[in-house]
């Protein structure tokens, strides 16, 4: 029996809509996913077991799973108390917390640079900030150009002509994703004597239920 979730999208409803999970898929609640709505592809959340109300057969699968990390359960419930305190759909709220269509589109990547075979900084009619850019890569490391010009103090337009007369190769960098899963365990900030004790006032007033 094929497995079935209801799937929350952002627009003005008020209920999720039922979707087929294909084999090659494993959601579950939480995530973000890809669906076809009407002649459209967008990306929506998976808000819990479908409703059941539609034939599987009418059903449209789950085009993709976003590689992130699930909306967490007290997420997904605060929408659900904002949309009713509100009187407002559920998928108008939940357009709220993707305001940013930006932050799920993969990273763009960026570009380093590595010296090229055979570029040698002591080749002939090569300016003293060229061959002070290839002493430097002569390390083999890949650099950002805006490492490249911290580094040596030359300008922009060095490194661009180096890339350009093959002296020095482009590297395709992937840049992590900018919202990962918070580090919950990471140490924080020491915090001075009165930073503490306010602190903790802070904290025994939320365990308390009073703030």
């Known amino acids: 029996m094929s497995r079935t979730f209801a799937v929350l999208v952002p627009y003005p409803v008020d209920k999720a809509y039922d979707y087929l999970v294909p084999s090659n898929l494993n959601v579950w609640p939480g995530d973000y996913v890809t669906v076809p ?3 459209r592809e967008i990306i929506g959340v998976v808000w819990g077991e479908a409703a059941g109300d539609v034939a599987p057969e009418k059903l449209k699968p789950i085009i993709e799973r976003l590689n992130l990390p699930a909306m967490p359960d007290i997420h997904r419930d605060f929408i659900d108390w904002v949309a009713a305190y509100t009187l407002s759909a559920k998928g108008s709220v939940l357009k709220m ?3 940013a269509p930006g932050a799920f589109a993969p990273p763009k990547p ?3 640079y590595r010296i090229a075979a055979g570029a040698n900084p002591d080749a002939k009619g090569l300016s003293e900030a060229r061959q002070k ?3 430097l890569m002569q390390d083999g490391q890949v650099r950002r150009a805006a490492e490249i010009e911290s ?3 030359c300008s922009a337009s060095v490194v ?3 890339a350009e007369k093959k002296m020095l190769e482009d590297v395709e960098l992937l840049r992590p994703y900018p919202c990962t899963r918070p580090g919950l ?3 924080g900030p020491e915090l001075s004597a009165a930073q503490k004790e306010a602190a903790d006032v802070l904290k025994a007033l939320v365990g308390a239920g009073a703030f």
């Open 97 to 99: 917390s993707l305001s």
């Open 185 to 187: 365990d990471r140490p």
């Open 160 to 162: 661009k002509g180096l």
């Open 133 to 135: 850019v290839l002493r």
């Open 37 to 39: 709505l009407g002649n």
């Open 151 to 153: 580094m040596t103090g």
């Open 110 to 112: 960026a570009t380093g």
